[in-house]
């Protein structure tokens, strides 16, 4: 074994690599725009990812070849033969050096062993994550946006958007009395209904979540942004006492952008769960987890092998 291993944890909103050396250290990093598993559905969406791989590629020989690769994907669901070649080709490896599985498994890995605790991640989409000790993936939630994903960064987005237009339907232009629409419009680019609705139909989901950002902004001067933001933080509570009633009390883990938008989503979540049950909102990095298991060649959970979903049992 030699080289760095390459840790990889790619989203809707952007994808994030690392290079570890065998003790843990983490060597390098670096961060692309996102991509996901799901865009193999397409003939353009393939094309993107393959192109996203080879920049991402580039980047990181700058720094050493990794000798193998771990790699968490949204809405990875077990068929990667395709994504393997792709990955590991202009990276010089053979395919059977990189390890895919789902960027939540990742996660969970990055703050829990396996049957320890349950992750709730909030980024562009949101879910309920539990690895019980047989490896198996549990879920709560994590159905996708247009379904649920309640508390993520879309979620938020859409909310906010949806207020906004149901407010300019009963009183056009009261958007200009509002901090929150005046900061969403803002990142649109106007208050034309024509780009709002481009906006939401006309691009990658991650694009859509990151408007959430706008409403954060705006949360301690409107009160329908800090409900939104409120709202989040019960829905991913809801995450957690999903999985705590099928699996019994367990520490909880907070983790992905969207929780950290702002101190109401993880204060409003904290007060909907049960006095008793731990939650600890974390930093931890899933691509340097991811890292750290490709370094040392130990793969404890590997999706579609050690790694069963409840739902195929």
Known sequence: MSGPGLGIDAGGTSTRWALAAADGTILAEGELAGLSALQMGSSDGRASVQASFAALAASVLVHGQPHTVRAGLTGFGGDGAQLRQWLAAPLGLPPEAVVLSSDIEIAYLASFAPGEGYLVYAGTGSIGAFIDADGVFQRA??????LDDGGGGFWIAREALRHIWRNEDEEPGRWRASPMAQ?????????????????MYGQERGAVGRLALAVAASADAD??????LMEAGRELAR????LTARFGARPVALAGRAATLHPLIVNTMR???????SLTQTTACA?????????????????????RSAASN
């Open 183 to 199: 900061a969403v419009f803002a990142q649109i680019g106007g208050d034309d209904w024509a780009l709002s609705r481009q906006f």
């Open 239 to 242: 995450l957690a006492r999903a």
């Open 287 to 307: 691509h340097h987890a991811a890292a750290r298991l490709a370094a040392t060649a130990v793969v404890p959970v590997q999706a579609g092998t050690q790694v």
């Open 223 to 228: 009160p329908v942004a800090a409900a939104i």
């Open 271 to 277: 007060s909907e769960l049960p006095d008793a049950l």
């Open 141 to 146: 939630g994590g159905r996708g946006v247009i």
